[in-house]
């Protein structure tokens, strides 16, 4: 049994904290009728009072204050996802003094032994500790360009749902946390009994956020991103080469190229494809004509092009996606 805090922070998403605590009982009610010890002793921790705010205005407690990192050796240390949606709100957030405490906590935990675990935005705390330098991270996808940014030591790789480096993990956007604690279940259990959690709790195991990230979205990150995103979709039909859009942006394809690795962390090809598979998932699953002509109108002359594009960026067929939308 390992002793696991869970860092409840103010504005924590009530659905990361409850699947956090959720899978952690199930884990521990499963391998009780096997006739085994719970996995996870855990008890709530946080900066702020005994009940904190999620992030929908409702209480959760108690939540015992933080206590000195070197009482507890060794452990784990799960942090929940909050309630933080933009690159400002979550830097804002980072620098509030509840905050810093918290990060001088997990630094100190981590001297002391514990393992980490963090979904969606509790990443950033990870990052802030300084726990993720040299290491190879995840985070919620729509905010991996301030992750760069703010921890260059990183290697941030946004196609995996959950990432572990050593005694470090870390999973993708809210409902990552899912992903996270089976992971979690796997390491300090089983695998056998992540597999029978999953089933008790019907989750599935999803590896990639790859195929959940929205290209409009993303492009939303700087005006040149959204002008170039606005101009791909135009042109989505034909071909489309890096010089001819950086042409129409007034750029050379170099220029053009740093740009979408700073805002989305892809060359501007990869972007083309995975909006364009986007565009034909979309055109599936309205039923819109046979896949030779979505292929034709999405730029591919040949369907084959297409089918492999989208088991690589989604991981389904053609055919699995008109299924899904007739239900």
């Known amino acids: 049994m390992i002793k696991t805090q869970v860092l409840v922070m103010p504005g924590v998403l009530d659905t990361s904290l409850g699947i956090t605590l959720d899978v952690m009982a199930a884990a521990n009610r499963l391998q009780a009728l096997r006739g085994g010890s719970a996995v996870f002793d855990a008890t709530l921790v946080g900066p702020g009072g005994r009940r904190v705010p999620t992030g929908t205005g409702l209480e959760v407690g108690p939540v015992l204050p933080l206590p000195p ?30 905050t810093r405490r918290a990060v001088r906590w997990l630094a100190a935990r981590a001297d002391a032994g514990a393992q980490m675990a963090a979904g969606c935005v509790g990443t950033f705390l990870l990052g802030e500790a300084g726990l993720l330098q040299g290491r190879c991270a995840t985070t919620t996808w729509w905010l991996a360009p301030c992750f760069r ?78 002008r170039a995103d606005r101009w791909i979709r135009q042109h989505l039909a034909g071909p489309i080469t890096l010089d001819a859009l950086a042409a129409a942006l007034h750029m050379t394809p170099r220029t053009v190229s740093r740009h979408f690795a700073a805002a989305v962390g892809q060359s501007p090809i990869r972007y083309i494809q995975r909006l364009r598979v986007e565009q034909a998932v979309l055109l599936l699953e309205t039923g819109a004509g046979p896949l030779d002509e979505i292929a034709a109108r999405v730029g591919y002359a040949d369907a084959s092009m297409l089918r492999r594009l989208m088991l690589r960026e989604r991981g389904v067929t053609p055919g699995l996606v008109r299924a899904g939308a007739r239900g």
Do not use: K
Request: charged share 15%; proline share 6%; with cysteine.
């Open 69 to 98: 990192a070197s009482l507890a050796p060794g452990g784990l240390v799960i942090v929940p996802g909050v309630n933080h949606v933009t690159a400002p709100e979550v830097l804002a957030w980072v620098a509030q003094p509840a």
């Open 149 to 226: 940014e703010r921890f260059p030591g990183t290697d941030v790789d946004m196609d995996r749902m959950v990432v572990e480096d050593g005694p470090v993990t870390s999973a993708g956007a809210a409902l990552g946390q899912a992903d996270l604690m089976l992971a979690l279940v796997a390491r300090h259990g089983s695998a056998a009994l992540a597999r029978e959690c999953a089933r008790y709790l019907l989750l599935d195991r999803r590896l990639s956020q790859a195929r959940y990230a929205i290209s409009a979205h993303l492009a939303q990150q700087t005006p040149v991103m959204q």
